[in-house]
Every structure is written in C-alpha cells, then in structure tokens.
C-alpha cells in the first residue's frame, strides 16, 4: 500500500498525488488544466480521499495518479490562463521542460503522469463566465479510441460528444500520441458549484475505478446517456462578440437550437440590440457553452456549439 505526494516540478507547488500498490491498471486523474473550473479539482481530491481510504483497506489495486492542480499559478489568480506567461495549459501539451512556465507544467504531466497510463481523465468545466451542460468527451478515429468509448461509458454523464478530432497542444493528443486512451468532462461552471455536478464527476470516477478492477466496488447501473457525434469541441472556435457591451443569453446550455435560433443578443450602453448570436448552421445544434458574465468586449466567445444528439438507435 502507497500514498505519496511528489512534486513534479518546476517550482509551482505542481503536486502529484499517487496511490495503490502498483499491481494492476494506471488511472490518471487531472483537475485544474484551467484556473478558474473548481469543479475538476474538487472532484479530484475526492477521489484522493476516498483511494487513500480504500487503500487503507487493502481493496485498492493497480495506480491512481491524480493531479488535483494542474495549473498552480492559474488555480492562484482563478484565471484560466497562466498569469506568469500568458500560456493557455490545455493548447501547449506536450510541453517543453526548458521553455515557459506553462510549457514546463505540460512536460511533467506528459512524462510523469499520462506517460504508461492506461486512461487519462481530464477533469475541466465551463469556468466562471460561461456554461455549460455536464458531459464526457473523447476523440474518435485514433487507434486508442474504442478504449476510450468504453471509459466514457463507463463514466456515466447524462451527455457524451465523440469528436472527430482535436486540435494540438492538448493532453488528450498528447495521451493519443503515448497510446494512452483519454476522456475529458465538463460541467456547469458560472461561478458556481453545482453539488449535483460534483457527485456525477466522483461517481463517475469511482465507476472507472470499478471498469478497471481497481476498486472494489461494482460498475452500478447502466446510465442512459444522450450522444453527440462530431466537431471538434474547440471552444476557440466559438461564436464572438464584435461589439463591447452586455451579454443576454437567449438560451441555455444544453438547448438544441434550430437554423437561424437567436442563442444570445448584444446590446450596448442604451440597451440597443447591436449583434444578434444565430445557429449559422444548416441544421439543429447543440449550445455546448454560452456566455454567463453579462459584460463583453470585441472577440470575447459567446456561445460554442456542438452538434445536434443522434438516436440512440443509429449508434
Ligand atoms: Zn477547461
């Protein structure tokens, strides 16, 4: 029986948590990629206690890797880059131990934590100023994943995206060019802390402990899920403010929004309506992430869409 805290380097208190006996699966768990998404890192330091109970018991197998701070300087300032470079964690993987801060961190978590692990979770949410519905995502075409279809079912979200792709600088192309399968979740964020959003992140973690025999207990029910099939999930693709002024949200994350649907409008300082945000696309659409903090300025994201669900029969 093991836990133990290693400090990954370099220099930021950027904390690696690992726990079990060595004999059986590596799970890697990681929270906080982004400073300002509360709900991966407190997920992930339940996990913590509950593995280090379990392995006090005996009944924990294989290796639990778990990151609950990613990004230590970020999760400091609540910011979802790094106040120290500028650097947005989640696009610079795998990293370069003698380059930025940042690319520092994503060096470490490649070789000391993704590196021989048999499934990555990469635990992140909408962030303070946005939404977002609560779903696990994964990467479909890569050699790893029918792996990582089977982690994201065995997850349990209410909603799954497979995408068609992902672009660089990601831990989960980092983790696809080791061969390591990989998962990502999202919730709510807003600010908040939904309790009903943190209990699906550590169910949904205890249920991988149990896909992979770690634990000892037993996967539970089959949870129905509604699929999503396609895009990137990029939020940096996302539909944008062209005028500064405020924000009103004329749907909700999680809303299947028609061709054409007004999903937010701007208006300026007099309340005129200045940019009205549409579903530019042919067909219906999922609004995967949507503006929360009235206040915009030029470029600012306003909503990420994603595509509409499919039937479950078409799967
Ligand atoms: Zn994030």
Sequence with gaps: MTSRTLDLGPGVGL????????????????????????EGVAAARMLINLAELLDAQGLLRGTLRVVPVCNPP?????????????????RV??????????????HALTERVIRGADLLVDLHSAGVHYSMPLF?????HLVTSPMSREAATAFGA????????????????AAADLGVP????????GGGLAGTDLDTYVRGLTRLLAHF???HETPGPHIESTWLSGDDGDVDSSLASTFAGYCVTRSAAGDVVSTGQVIAEIIDDAARVVQQIRNPRPGPATVMMLRQTAIVTPGDAIAMLGPAPIAAASL
């Design 15 to 38: 904390y690696m948590h690992e726990i079990g006996d060595g004999n059986g699966p590596t799970l890697a768990v990681l929270g906080g990629v982004h400073g300002d998404e509360i």
């Design 74 to 90: 970020a999760f400091e300032a609540r910011t979802r880059t790094s106040p120290l470079d500028g650097e947005n964690l989640a």
């Design 93 to 106: 993987f795998p990293g370069d131990a003698s380059a930025s801060v940042t690319k520092q961190i994503a």
């Design 136 to 140: 696990v995502g994964f990467v479909d």
């Design 158 to 173: 209410p909603l799954t995206w497979q995408h068609e792709g992902s672009g660089p600088g990601r831990s989960l192309s």
């Design 182 to 189: 990989s998962i990502y979740v999202e919730g709510s964020g």
């Design 213 to 215: 025999g770690m634990g």
